[in-house]
C-alpha cells in the first residue's frame, strides 16, 4: 500500500524530468512516472536522481507505524483481525482489517497507548532478507492470497512486530515520533477502516484539535 517516490530525474545538459510517481513494472523494472520539465531525453542517457526526502520520510513514518498498528489491533481485538487493504502516503495511513463490529473508543485508546508505547520503546526496525519457510519459522506474518518468491524480506520491530514487507521503514520506531488515530468506520461487511497520522502531521492534526476546543470554549464563553 505505500505510494512510490517522488522527486527529480537530471542530466548535466538542461534535462528536467519531475518524477510524480515510481511504479514497479512486471515485478522487474522501476518505471518513473512524471512530465518531462525541460531538454530532452533519448536512449541510453544517463540521468542523475534525486528523491523528494520529506516526502519520503513521511511516509516512511507512517508505513512503519502502519506495521505497530496491525500487531497493536491483534493483541486487542484478537487474532482474527488480518490486513484487507491498505494506503501509505506522506499524509496518513489508511488500514483496512477484518473485524466483525465497531472498534469502542475504549478499545481505539488501547490500540493508539499501545502504538505509542512501542515508538518510545526505539526498538531497532530490522530487516532480514531469508527463504520463506525461515520467515515462517522466524514468526513472520504473511498475508493470505498475496504472492511471494522463494526469498522474501523480513521487517522486525523489537518483539512487537514481524511481518514480511517490501516497503522502506524507519531505522528505530523512535523515529515515527508520535501516532495518532483520526478515524474509524466500517467500509464493508466485516471489513473495517482505521485512518492514522505520524510525525508532523500528528502534530499538525492535535494542533487543530486545540484550535477547535479553543474556538468551542470562546463561542460558550
Same mark, same amino acid.
Given at each position: 500500500?505505500?505510494?512510490?517516490?517522488?522527486?527529480?530525474?537530471?542530466?548535466?545538459?538542461?534535462?528536467?524530468?519531475?518524477?510524480?510517481?515510481?511504479? %514497479?513494472?512486471? &515485478?522487474?523494472?522501476?518505471?518513473?512516472?512524471?512530465?518531462?520539465?525541460?531538454?530532452?531525453?533519448?536512449?541510453?542517457? %544517463?540521468?542523475? &536522481?534525486?528523491?523528494?526526502?520529506?516526502?519520503?520520510?513521511?511516509?516512511?513514518?507512517?508505513?512503519? @507505524?502502519?506495521?505497530?498498528?496491525? @500487531?497493536?489491533?491483534?493483541?486487542?481485538?484478537?487474532?482474527?483481525?488480518?490486513?484487507?487493504?491498505?494506503?501509505?502516503?506522506?499524509?496518513?495511513?489508511?488500514?483496512?482489517?477484518?473485524?466483525?463490529?465497531?472498534?469502542? @473508543?475504549?478499545?481505539?485508546?488501547?490500540?493508539?497507548?499501545?502504538?505509542?508505547?512501542?515508538?518510545?520503546?526505539?526498538?531497532? &526496525?530490522?530487516?532480514?532478507?531469508?527463504?520463506?519457510?525461515?520467515?515462517?519459522?522466524?514468526?513472520?506474518?504473511?498475508?493470505?492470497?498475496?504472492?511471494?518468491?522463494?526469498?522474501?524480506?523480513?521487517?522486525?520491530?523489537?518483539?512487537?512486530?514481524?511481518?514480511?514487507?517490501?516497503?522502506?521503514?524507519?531505522?528505530?520506531?523512535?523515529?515515527?515520533?508520535?501516532?495518532?488515530?483520526?478515524?474509524?468506520?466500517?467500509?464493508?461487511?466485516?471489513?473495517?477502516?482505521?485512518?492514522?497520522?505520524?510525525?508532523?502531521? @500528528?502534530?499538525?492534526?492535535?494542533?487543530?484539535?486545540?484550535?477547535?476546543?479553543?474556538?468551542?470554549?470562546?463561542?460558550?464563553?
Amino acid at each position: 500500500g505505500q505510494i512510490g517516490d517522488a522527486g527529480v530525474l537530471c542530466a548535466s545538459t538542461d534535462v528536467r524530468f519531475l518524477v510524480e510517481d515510481t511504479q %514497479k513494472l512486471s &515485478a522487474i523494472f522501476h518505471g518513473h512516472v512524471g512530465a518531462l520539465e525541460s531538454g530532452r531525453i533519448t536512449l541510453g542517457d %544517463k540521468l542523475s &536522481a534525486r528523491v523528494d526526502a520529506g516526502r519520503r520520510q513521511s511516509t516512511v513514518t507512517n508505513h512503519s @507505524a502502519t506495521h505497530l498498528l496491525h @500487531a497493536a489491533l491483534r493483541t486487542v481485538l484478537g487474532e482474527h483481525v488480518s490486513q484487507k487493504g491498505s494506503l501509505v502516503t506522506p499524509e496518513r495511513t489508511r488500514f483496512d482489517f477484518s473485524h466483525f463490529q465497531a472498534v469502542t @473508543a475504549e478499545q481505539l485508546q488501547r490500540i493508539e497507548e499501545m502504538v505509542n508505547s512501542e515508538i518510545r520503546r526505539n526498538a531497532e &526496525a530490522e530487516v532480514h532478507h531469508m527463504d520463506m519457510q525461515e520467515a515462517l519459522d522466524f514468526g513472520a506474518m504473511a498475508l493470505f492470497g498475496e504472492k511471494y518468491g522463494e526469498r522474501v524480506r523480513v521487517l522486525r520491530m523489537g518483539d512487537f512486530s514481524t511481518e514480511l514487507c517490501g516497503g522502506t521503514h524507519v531505522h528505530r520506531t523512535g523515529d515515527i515520533g508520535v501516532f495518532n488515530i483520526v478515524s474509524e468506520g466500517g467500509i464493508a461487511s466485516g471489513v473495517r477502516r482505521i485512518e492514522a497520522v505520524t510525525g508532523s502531521g @500528528a502534530l499538525t492534526y492535535l494542533q487543530d484539535l486545540e484550535d477547535a476546543v479553543a474556538q468551542a470554549a470562546a463561542a460558550l464563553n
